[in-house]
Every structure is written in C-alpha cells, then in structure tokens.
C-alpha cells in the first residue's frame, strides 16, 4: 500500500509558497533582526557590482518585497521588475514601493522564477537576493535567468553559504540552527520557516558548485566573491 501522507505533501515550489506567504508581514523585521543589519550592506555590494555594466533592463527574480528592487533603482535604468511566487509579499513589496515613489520605475509581477513570463532577451541584467536556493528545480530557474538576458547580459545572485572557515563554521551553525530558528518562530509565529533556512542553506551547491551550475545553464566569464567570512556570497556571469 503507498503512503499517502507521503503522497499528498506538497512539494518545495507549493511548501515555498505557503510559507513566505505566512511570514511576509514580519519578512522584513526579521530579516534585519537576524542579520543584525549586514543584509543591508550585501545588498549595496550587489548593486555596485551591477553599476558597472550600466544596465537599464532588469529583472529581481525572487524578490520578495523588493528591498535589492528598491536598491537597484539607484543605477537609474528605463525599468525594474521583480518577480516572486508569494502573492502576499508582493503585495507588501508594491506598497513600499508607492511609499518611495517609485512605482513609475520598479513593477512587480507574480510568477514562477523556473517559468519566466517574459520573451527572450528582455532584459540585460537579472539578479536574485537569497531566492535561487528556493527553487524547485535549480537548473532550470538559472537556464530561465539565462534564457531572459540578452547576449552579453549579466546575472548577479546574492546567497547564503556554507561556511568552512574556522570560527566562523562554529559560529554561523550554531547560530543557524539554535538561536535564528527561535527567534524567528517567536516572532513570525511560523514553525517551519525558520528551521527551513539552516535546512536550505546546507543543501545548496555553493562555492565552485555554484559556479558549474551557472556554466551549466549558459553562462561564461564565471566569479564569486565571499562576504563576511563566508556566510553570503555574490556570483557574477555572462550570457554567451
């Protein structure tokens, strides 16, 4: 006989969703809580490194509520459009962008990062901040990232690491897997959610793993740069 309650789980697209539409009204709070602040800089760092190609087509897959969206706007492109596949952190996202003034220049679209609704070439730089290692199917969410840019257009993902380097390996587990999933269950009154991150973040092909993936999905001109010893990397690549 099948196992039903094995059968019927959701998997990690529909578990995903359900649980970033659970916590989106505590979503940001708790990420400059847990982070003590330094997601900010990362985010910074992204976009310096964007403003290099001057690009003034982009897409923020996986946005969220838009804080790299808001960030990016400071390159002055023609357009912004985040996506994301949690209707209620959208939502959250369009109004702080109406706060800022600045829905004639940042859009957001809900959809699926492995599903892009948008035609070949549209877009000259994609970037993604802690979301690719939310997907179902990685492969495919790069070669669609991949599949958007025009020649010569260029990814840039912000995401959480494994740390190898001592005390930091120390230090980082045990406050991944002790004092944020507490934390963020005391305050999102979600169970999961934050015991999904250490969970994710261990499973994640980072470091030169990563880098195959994107060369695997068609990107060239490959590179990372580790932040705050290790915890968070950038990857950079060109579409061929």
């Keep these: 006989m099948k196992d039903k309650k094995k059968h019927n789980s959701p998997g990690k697209k529909q578990a995903v969703t359900e649980m970033f539409n659970g916590i989106a009204p505590r979503y940001d709070f708790l990420n400059h809580l847990l982070s003590l602040g330094i997601d900010k ?23 969220g509520t838009g804080d790299l969206s808001i960030a990016l706007a400071k390159l002055n492109p023609k357009m912004i459009t985040g996506l994301d596949i949690a209707v209620n952190m959208l939502e959250i996202g369009k109004e702080k962008v109406n706060r800022l003034q600045l829905s004639g220049l940042i859009s957001f679209v809900h959809g ?13 730089l994609t970037t993604a901040a802690f979301g690719v290692r939310n997907f179902e199917n990685l492969d495919k969410g790069l070669s ?18 494994r740390v190898d380097r001592l005390p930091w390996k120390w230090l ?7 004092i944020l999933p507490t934390i963020g269950r005391i305050v999102s009154g979600h169970n999961s ?17 990563f880098l195959e993936r994107l060369e695997k999905a068609g990107f060239e001109k490959t590179s ?17």
């Design 41 to 63: 800089g990362w985010r910074k760092k992204l976009v310096k490194m964007a403003g290099e190609n001057n690009p003034n087509r982009i897409l923020d897959i996986a946005c």
């Design 112 to 124: 699926d990062s492995e599903k892009l609704p948008f035609s070949d070439g549209s877009f000259n």
């Design 144 to 161: 669609e990232m991949n599949r958007v840019l025009n020649k010569g257009g260029r990814v840039l993902i912000l995401e959480f690491s």
């Design 172 to 178: 980082f587990n045990f406050y991944f897997r002790f």
């Design 193 to 209: 959610a934050y015991t999904y991150l250490p969970e994710s973040v261990g499973q994640f092909p980072s470091g030169l793993e």
């Design 224 to 240: 990372s740069i580790t932040l705050t010893g290790g915890v968070a990397s950038i990857y950079s690549g060109f579409k061929k």
